[in-house]
Each structure stands twice: as structure tokens, then as C-alpha cells.
């Protein structure tokens, strides 16, 4: 995992290098101004020395100016290092996911990668900047510290020795013990925050079933559970605090009294012992802020996990070898395909599916609600692949084509379909980059969405909000339609794509596809019966397996689960009304 | 933990901050003076503690240890007297860091919980408009950024100052005694410093605040695209996606790169000054012991320059944590604006109450009958009434606008029944929600009246009114916690066979036993897994287990397939039987049983009938129903 996520420094490995080598001159530096300070003192000012303070004083202006320059050539190296080190992860992880097919999406979820890509990214980012510039810092001045202390005083330095290692020892088993009580106490913390998020996106409901005070005294529950939860970790960091102080304080007394003994017995120097006494702060300084970063590091290891996770995702759909380039036509064949979401399913999603498609043919497929109606149409431009059985366009195993040719020469229009921020220009291209204005105007005709569109101030310029939440679902379902109609493809796949649009828009829309796309074959998924009633044929689809084709009439003659559709439906006229804005008046 | 917003001071967020502060603090000693107190006693005892242990190392020396090595004795009992007594100074700073530390987690956590808790209860008190006029997302931050800056700053922030003012303090009173001059070059070359200081911080905040944009960039394409992923793939963009991420990203990169660099320069730059400082008064000091100005003695520049070296460090703390309480501040202020909200207005008396006839006489009872009525207290003649509740509702005249200039209804006139189906239908912004929003009051009508069984809907308490009306909404909204825990939402004391009795009724009983773990599998907080049809009939069951006399359903069956719709439409037919429906749809199969169906148009009702009257009439309706164009 390391070595995988360490492969993304790329070039920022410079300033990775260069962080802790600054880091090291500061401390350096850092070490022996309190040196220089002493010799001022000494030989200076107690001496009354003034060419002495002077001198030394020079040395000690070089020093903090050698020291200013490591430190802000450290803090620029670190920050370059970190920030670079957060966007090749991003950048990486985003190339990735955009190699994933449907399923490892469907695994993942979108919630999980936006985490991923954001929350867990900047926990890596700030922990590596940590380790660059404290990790080695940190042990620097750990080791400097010791070894000066034991080059001046080796009996006095291993009451250092003794100190730190018991010290070691308390924090690594403290920091243990209260790394599990924080990892609860975040979890505890992020359902907290997702029940309020929770409650604001649903006041509706909150406040029409007058749950108002049931929410609150829920909230009171897991704020109290939370709040004894953070006491109980933070008591124990804070009963560390007098254990260090005391430890502190025990060097000090302790490096006093054997330090005097020392020094009446002539084996020790005052000023030594004044550096001894310096040096204590450095080492437990140094301590803490070792098990400052194990504690950042050990919380950031969930994060590292997760992106190595989506890092490593091996893609279930990619190009063959040798891919065709070309779609001969529009046919399609489905031969017995079996599929299942998920390899411990019991029960198939599809079963035993066989269907012939020519090219050029209109094909209503009908169905209820968890009929497989989607997974169907998904299987033919290889959004997942078929479990059993074998799924053929323009005479050939999909498997076998290059993706791009497939889905460029096969378009779906998906159920939930989505506008992305830009204007409709921009979204219709999005079909075909190479479109002039000219063509997008004429697949909207097709899509009857250029009557809407030109009534917008901006027209084709107008700006569609993240989400395409500034236009209606019936407007949004038009431009997805547009959107699909200019990739000019073999075979068009509307996947409940006209629910929001009025019957007779809808009606509009087929007509022109008839007149218009002759050629390209139609595969319409649809609740409302009158969509699909004038294809060639149409598909009955029931738990996963076909319960009937035929055409309108056939079907209404002989199957019963149309019938009853149909019926559902009927009474007289079936047209439904625009949900989105009533189109002709 | 989110620790974004790292943005820096202006001037007037200082002055803002000082009203916000006056009103944190009350709120603070409020509840915790007592304890702020003790803190304030115990880091006073502390840094005493701290001062007389750097003291000592002095007097160590030239008390115990030259005086030893001059006069060539060797009787260790005086140190041994003076380390013991060091060592009780320090065991009782050490028990008075430790207190106030300890008493500090209780009060930084305890005002944490505290506040929210206040603001949780407080916004499920206000009033829809206010989620209507704030992003969900800017609520949410109250309750993570905001609360959490204001902790950290209540727990760290707070006694660092007060330690850092009082060192600050006995530190210039030690240094003035020593020498004024010298005191003097000290001052000047802290103000340097700070200089320094608020030039490094405004550049990091020019940064800072690049860098909050650009996270919000990248983080909004990430969100944008990972939400479209599956479209991405369909239309095979995902080269030209990577392309506009990558140049995000590398904005955000520079952005973030220039940040944290001013950032990180700020400690070793203020260390360095401070180190400069120390040689200037070494300099400065020396020369005048020399000449003997001002009476500086070598031991008194000695002690000096021990004082500028323990100075330096409280100053760039204070200077540090001064950023950080002006952030906590403005973060107090949005919360304290959420606090300051307007809860919803309730002047409602009339109360809903179970109840039951006995020979034409309607009395309140305890359990649920299955009948209700509405309790009506008459100031006048200190009487109460009970009307049976039957689902009468009128609008007479109504207007409604959600900002004064705009209205969106107008002349809204319609009388429903008890037991009658009334549906709504028009176009997107017709005012369909709208109308029946006004009905369960989430929004107060400008003009006319709405009555409810003969009683103005404002008399009823909004609690009682709300609880008589069952609402379906077309975007689901599910709870985390299992199946049955969100149909139970509509009724908490039901069964366990109620809950499958209201799943069966919805037809949702069939995918809720295919589900992992039937009705106990949970469900995320978005009901992620299951397909909004799915969701839907959850929806519907929970409005099915409430029971509610009257029901309103927008746009409730949407996603759902005809044929369930119909199966679904038939049981809640029955449930509803005798009792008032107020159905919004687009698809005409779910509207045209109706008893009413009204046809809106820009917030105006433009005909009303059931459904062959309206077809009679040739009008809107008509042309909608038939696609066909009557020349009018």
C-alpha cells in the first residue's frame, strides 16, 4: 500500500527530499543558538567582554539567518511536496474511476469516491506533510540532544535515556488505547452529523408527521452518548499530561542535584550543566511531537486504505486485443444470457434471454417495476457483461469490439440521466465534440426540445446548472434525448426516457424518429403503454425473463400481463400530462 | 474533522467579533463561570509554578552550586533542602495544570453539546421558508466547522491567552524593573514582529481564501462527475473529463502550494526575529553595562536576556491565536443567527382528539377509535365543543406569495368534500405543492381563508392539524435505521403486524421480504439501494400506518409501474374510504377517478370538474388529455 501510494509523489520527489534535509539544517541551527546564547553570557557579558558579545553576536545573526532560510526553504519544500502529493493522488485516483465499468461503480457507489477523492485525500495530504517536515525534524533533535547530553555528561545523559524510554512506553500504550476510543468517537461524530443532515434534507417529513420532538430527543440521545464518549478519551490524554510534567520536572531536579555533586567534585562544568538542562526540554519536546504524528499517521492509515483501494480497482470491463473498429449494422442478438448483479446472487437478474433485433426495428419493451427491463438494453453496449449466453451487435460478440466504436455506435439515453454544469451547447456535444450548432438544433427538432429551448433568453447558450436542475424533468428528458440522437448511432436505447414528457410530445418525438432515423434501430423502455404502442414489436418482460413479443395487437390478443397494463391505463384516452411545462398551447 | 475555513481577519470582522464575543462569554459563564473561574485561578498557579522552576535554575547555580565550589564546602544539605521545595512548587503547578486541563474538557465539551443540542432543537422549530432560503449545506456546517473551531478555541485558545497575557505581563513588569531602555528595544522589536506577522498572515490569507474556492471547484466537478459517472461511460467522455479535472486540480494545487508555504514560514521566521532580538539586546545591553548607562549591571543584562528569550514565544502565540479567534467568531455569529431565528408561530387552541359517539354525542376518549374530533375551546363563554373531524376543507379566495413582490396564487376558491378525491394538475410552477403546503400550513397564505371543517386552519395547532393529514411526497425522503423503523416513522407505537399490514397495503411487503434482512435491513440515510419506485411505496406504507383522516399524495406513485400503481391506488382507495384525497400527478391514470380534478395554470384555477365534465368543456384539459388543439 505504501509503495503504491509513495509512487504518486512523482515529481514532487525533490521537494520530498529536500523538506527533511532543510528540516535537518533547522535543527541544526536551532541546536546551536542555545550554545552561542551561553557563550554570550559567559564570555561576554559576565566577562564584560564587548568584542566577544560582538563576535559571538555575529555568529549567532549567521546562525538565525542560516536558520530562517532552512526553515522557510523547509516550509515552502514541505508544502510544494504535500500539495503536489494531493494532486497526483486526486489526479490518479480520477483516471482511474474513469476506467471503471458500471459494476466497479455499482461497488463503490458515487458517495464513497467523492469521500475518497476529497476527505480521505486531504488526510493523506496533511499527515505527509507532517511526516516531510516533523518526522524529521523530530528524531533529529531526539538524537542530537542525546548524543550532546552524552558527550557532556554520560552518567548525567542516561538519566535522559531512562526517562524517554519510559515515556516511550506510556505513550505508545496510551496513544493505543486512546486511538480506538477517538475511532469511535469520529464514527459517533460523522452519524451525528449525518442525522442532522439527515434532518435537514428531510424537514418535510419531519415536520408533516410532527416528529419534531421525537427527532430532538433522538439527537439529545446521541449528542449525550457522544459527549461521554469524547470525556472519556480526552480525560485519558489529559491524565497524560501530569505524568509528562512530572517526568519533565523529575530530569530537572534530578540533573540538578547529581549535576551540583558532579560539579563539587570537579567533573562537571556549570555551563555544562546549564546545556544539560537545555537539551531536556529538546528531548521530551521531540517526544511529543513523535507521538503526535504516530497518533495523525495511525488515523490517516483508514484513509490511505481506501484511496489504495480505488488505486488498485481492477476494471471488469476492458478492451480487447485486436478490437473492431467497425459496427456493421444495427441488428442485435441476445442467446440465452443469464445475469446477476452480484456473483452470490441466487436468484438471476435476467434468465435465459433470446431475441433476435433487426436493424432498423422500433422495439417497445414493457414491464414492472424490478422486471430487469434496464439491466436488459444495459447488456448491448456492454455496460456489464452477460453472465451466460452471448450478446451480439451487427452480427458480432460486443466483447469483441473496441468500447468506444460500441457505445459511440450504440446510445443509451439512461433512466437517471444527468446534465452536467455548461450550456446545452456544451451538453449536446457532449454526444458528438465535433457537432457544428447547426446539427445540435436539428437532433433538439428530432427531440422536439428546440421549441422550449429557443423560448429561453440565451437560447442554445443558456446555462444549465450543475445537476440540470434549472430546467423541468420533461425539458431535461428532451435535451438527454438530443444529447443521444447527435452521436448519429446504429442503435438508440431510450431507457424510460420521455415519463416526464406529455403524451403528445412524446408521440412527436417517435414520429420523428420514424420519419427522420429510419435506419437506426430503437429500442424504447416505457411505462405508459402509448409510448410503445406503435413499435414493430414489443418485449413483455416479467421477473427477469420474456413473457411475450408481439406487436400491440398480438400482445393484447394474447398476453395477459399487457392486457393488464393496457387496462391499467385506459378508459378512454391515455395521454398524460408534461410535468414539465405545458408545451402546446 | 474538517479544519477548512483558515481564512484571515479583516478589520471589520474584528469589530463584529467583539459584539460576538460579549455574547459567547455570557453564554459561557452562564453555564460555566464557576469553573472558569477555577481555570483561571489554577493556570495563575501554574505559571508561577513554571517561573519559579526557570528561577531555580539560576539560583542553583549561584546560590548553591558556585558558593560550594568558591568557599570548597561540602554540605548538600541546603540543595537538598531547596530542590525539595521546588519540587512541591512543581508537584502543585502540575496539580493545577492538571485541573484546569481536566476541568476544561468537561466545560469545552459540555458547551459543545450544549449548543448543539440548543440548535438542533431550535431548527426543527423553524419554519420550512427558513431550509427553503438556506443551502442544506451552509445549515450543515453550523453543526461541524463551526461548532468544532468554536471548541477547539474555547478548550485551547481561551487558556493559552490567559496564560500567555499573564507571563506577557510579569514578564514586562521583571523586564522594566531591570531596565527601561532595554524594555524598550524589546517592545520595538516585538512590534517588528508582529509586523512581520499580520504581512505573512495577510499574504496566507490572499491564499487561504484562493484555496477555499478551488477546493470548492474541484470539489464540486468531483461531486458532478462521480454522480454522472455512469453518463460519462455511456457517451465515452471520460478523456475530456480527466482533461477538465486535471486543470481544476492544478489550480487548486498552486493555490494550496502558496498557502500552506506562508503558513509554514510563519514559526521559523518569528523564532529567528526573536533570535535577533536576543543579539540586539546582548549588543545593545552590553554597551551600556560597559559605559555603566543607566545603571545596567552585567548581572542584571544577564537575567534581562533570559526574560527577552521567555517573551518572544507567548507573543507569537497570542499573535497566532488572535486568527484564530476572530474565525471562531465568525462562526459564533452564524450560530447565534440560527438561534436568533424566528421559531414557527403557533397561536392554534383547537386540538385533535380521539373520540367516540355515543348517541349523537361526540366525547373525548383515550384510545384510538378510528373516529376524531376537533376540541374547541370558546373563550367567550368558557365552553368546549368536540366537531367531528370529516375532511371538509375550503379555501375561499386565497393568495399566497413566498416573497412579498411575487405572488404565485391567486383567487384559489375550492370546496372538498368529506370522502372526495380532489386532484391537482398543471404544469411545473402551476402551484400544485404549493396549494396543499398552504393546507398544513408550512406556508401562511397572504389573503382569504382556509377552513377546515368549518374551523380556520389558523385557530388549529399546527401540531393537531398536521397530524390529521397523512402527506406523500414525491422525492422520498428515508431515514438511516431498518425498513421497519421508517414505516413505523408514521405511527411510532404500531405493531410489528401493522408495519407488514401497511407494507402489504402498499404493496412493498413482496421486495421488503426479498431484501438481505427483510424488514430489520437498514437502509442508508438516502435509501440508496433501492430504486425509487421502491421507495415510493415505502413512503406510501409509512402514510398508510399513520392513518391519517385526510391524505395528500404528491406526485406519491410517479416512479411506480401502472399496474402496481393500480394495486397500490385500490388499497389506499379502501383505507381512505369516506375520508378526503388530495392527489397531484402528471399521469392521468392516477387522476381520473377523481370527484374533482382542478386544472391549474400559473397559480390560478382554470377549470374544475371531474373528468368528464372537463372533457365536455373542450378546454385545457381537453387539449391535454387529447393532445388536440381546439381553436378556443
Redesign the interface.
Known sequence: MIRRLAGEIREFKKDAFMTPMFMLLEVAMEMTIPLLMARIIDQGVSAGQMDQILIVGFFMLIAAAIGLFAGVMGGKYGARASAGFARNLRKAMFARIQTFSFANIDRFSSASLITRLTTDVTNLQNSFQMILRIGARAPASLIVAMTMSFYISPRLAMIYLYAALILAVFMMVLVSITRKIFEQVFKKYDELNASVEENISGIRVVKAYVREAFETSKFHLAADNLYHMFIKAERLMVGMMPVMMGMVYACILLISWNGAHLIVGGELTTGELVSLLAYCMNILMSLMMLSMIFVMVTMSIASAERITEVLTEVPTISNPDNPLMEVRDGSIDFMHVDFAYNDRSIEYALTDITLHIDSGETIGIIGGTGSSKSTMVNLISRLYDAKNGLVRVGGEDVRKYDLETLRKQVSVVLQNNVLFSGSILDNLRWGDPEATEDECINACKLACADEFIEKLPDGYDTYIEQGGTNVSGGQRQRLCIARAILAKPKVLILDDSTSAVDTATDAKIRKAFREEIPGTTKIIIAQRISSVSDADRIVVLDNGRIDGVGTHDELLAGNAIYRDVYESQTGGGTADFDEGGASHA | ?PRARAQRPTREQFAESKATMARLFKYIFKYYGLHFGAVFVCIIISVLANVQ?TL??QT??DN???P??VLGL?D?SP??EA?TR??GF?AI???A??TY??IM??VS??I??RL??EL??H???LP?KY?DTHA?GD??SF??NDIDTLRQMVSQSIPQMVNSAFTIVSVTISMIFLSIPLTLITFIMVGVMLLVTTRLSGMSAKYFSAQQKDIAT???N?????????????????????ED??SF??R??ES??????F???L???N??LG??S??II??A???M??SGFAGLT?GK??SF?TFN?SFNMPISQVSQQVNFIVMAMAGAKRIFELLDETPEVDEGYVTLVNAKEDSGAITECEDRTGLWAWKHYHKADDSTTYTRLAGDVVFDDVDFAYNPEKTVLHNITLHALPGQKIAF?????AGKTTITNLI?R?YDIADGKIRYDNININKIKK?DL??S???V?QDT?L??GTVADNIR??R?DASDEEVIAAAKLANADG?IRRLPDGYQTVLS?DG?SL?S??RQLLAIA?AAI?DPPVLILDEAT?????????IVQDGMDSLMKGRTTFVIA????TI?NSDMICVL?AGRIIEHGN?DEL?EKKGKYY?????K?VNA
Open positions: 474533522m522552576g531555580f535554575m542553583l547555580i548553591y552550586i558556585t560550594m565550589l561540602d548538600f540543595l537538598l530542590i521546588v519540587a512543581y503547578g502540575i496539580l495544570t492538571f486541563n481536566l474538557v468537561y465539551q459540555g459543545q453539546r448543539r443540542n438542533f432543537s431548527m426543527e422549530k420550512i431550509f442544506h445549515i450543515m453543526y461541524t474541484v470539489n464540486g468531483i461531486q458532478e462527475i462521480m454522480s454522472g459517472q455512469k453518463v460519462v461511460k455511456v457517451f465515452c467522455h471520460e478523456d475530456a473529463a480527466i479535472f486535471n486540480n492544478d487548486l494545487f494550496a502550494y502558496n498557502a500552506n508555504k503558513a509554514n514560514i514559526m521559523p521566521v523564532a529567528q533570535n535577533v536576543y543579539v546582548a549588543v545591553g552590553g554597551a553595562a560597559l552585567l543584562l544577564a536576556l528569550k394538475v398543471g404544469a411545473t410552477g398544513n408550512f401540531a398536521r397530524r393529514l397523512g402527506i411526497l425522503h431515514f438511516s416513522y408514521g411510532l421486495f440515510s440508496g430504486s419506485g421502491q409509512r399513520a410517479s416512479s411506480i409501474d401502472t399496474r402496481t400503481e393500480r402528471h399521469r392521468l391514470s381520473r395554470d373528468h372533457l387539449q391535454l388529455y387529447t393532445g388543439v
